[in-house]
């Protein structure tokens, strides 16, 4: 039953997407900001999407759970393009992809300085 409920939080991270996908405008009329400030969001959210998809999987390899947000990522750029004001880039895929990328890295160097620690113990 454990391994099951760790399905449950990328699960409902990707209906948060979904629903804000929805939303005809998010515009926060921050101009030029809110365009920066979305984009990081937008690279943060897919990194943890990574994130709590490969913690289910249990993969030893990092890089495979990354295929799920990826794809999710340019399943919500075509939902995009079905919403009133709104359209879906190649583009945003390409950033949301940048996250996953950031987060693998970032947990390939953890690892990394956990082993060291651990030899030099």
Known sequence: MRSVTRFVPPLLLMGLIFFLSAQPDLSSGLGTWDLILRKLAHMAQNGLLWFL????????????????????????????????????TPVD?????TGVALAYLAARARARRARRVRRSD
């Open 53 to 88: 998809w490969w913690r289910p999987l249990a993969c030893r390899n990092r890089a495979a759970p990354a295929a799920t947000p990826i794809a999710y990522s340019i399943t919500d750029e075509l939902h995009q393009t079905t919403v009133e004001g709104r359209h879906g």
């Open 93 to 97: 895929v390409l950033i949301d992809s």
